[in-house]
T-cell receptor, first 107, second 114 residues
Framework: DAKTTQPPSMDCAEGRAANLPCNHSTISGNEYVYWYRQIHSQGPQYIIHGLKNNETNEMASLIITEDRKSSTLILPHATLRDTAVYYCIVRAEKLVFGKGTKLTVNP | DAGVTQSPTHLIKTRGQQVTLRCSPKSGHDTVSWYQQALGQGPQFIFQYYEEEERQRGNFPDRFSGHQFPNYSSELNVNALLLGDSALYLC?????????????FGPGTRLTVL
């Protein structure tokens, strides 16, 4: 079973920041937080991952709370192409996908 | 640098038949994982291959089997197909190192069982 809780859907205006929350209250000390996204019927695309510290790459930023029980994925300037299902995954050895958050970026 | 590739793109089979799906990992990767994604659901882990051995397995029956070749490519075989096996089958590759090994997914094979 997925060890994360995400809102089923969110909307964001184009050009604004999209902040996607994820709760993972049962996370263990050696488990990473991974984010993937999936655009309709395509393979999931890796976005970012982290263990304790906040992380940033060319796609997004990942903010992990100090107690590691929740995290937020930030897309700084959302575009229409960012419309997708976003999966937050707590991972030890294998990826266990939940239902994710359907993010819709509106013009 | 080619990413993960899968073949075929689409496949139609009838109940009771057998199917083989193929995956070539990203260059430099040595581990292949397979996932099944039913319509409207998140991907479900089937199994993972490393050094030509099945390293982990999800909750799938023995009808699902696999193989990894010396060049790290992999096959997923499904016997005695059921209607419920209709799904998008995803392959992901990674490099096994200590700690988190990031998995990169291919485009998937859409299997339809009639």
């Amino acid at each position: 079973d997925a060890k994360t809780t995400q809102p089923p859907s969110m909307d964001c205006a184009e050009g604004r920041a999209a902040n996607l929350p994820c709760n993972h209250s049962t996370i263990s000390g050696n488990e990473y937080v991974y984010w993937y996204r999936q655009i309709h019927s395509q393979g999931p695309q890796y976005i970012i991952h982290g263990l304790k510290n906040n992380e940033t790459n060319e796609m997004a930023s990942l903010i992990i709370t100090e107690d590691r029980k929740s995290s937020t994925l930030i897309l700084p300037h959302a575009t229409l192409r960012d419309t997708a299902v976003y999966y937050c995954i707590v991972r030890a050895e294998k990826l266990v996908f939940g239902k994710g958050t359907k993010l819709t970026v509106n013009p | 640098d080619a990413g993960v590739t899968q073949s075929p793109t689409h496949l139609i089979k009838t109940r009771g038949q057998q199917v083989t799906l193929r995956c070539s990992p990203k260059s430099g990767h040595d581990t292949v994982s397979w996932y099944q994604q039913a319509l409207g659901q998140g991907p479900q882990f089937i199994f993972q291959y490393y050094e030509e051995e099945e390293r982990q397995r999800g909750n799938f029956p023995d009808r699902f089997s696999g193989h990894q070749f010396p060049n790290y490519s992999s096959e997923l075989n499904v016997n005695a197909l059921l209607l419920g096996d209709s799904a998008l089958y995803l392959c992901a590759s990674s490099l096994t190192i200590f700690g988190a090994d990031t998995q990169y997914f291919g485009p998937g094979t859409r299997l339809t069982v009639l």
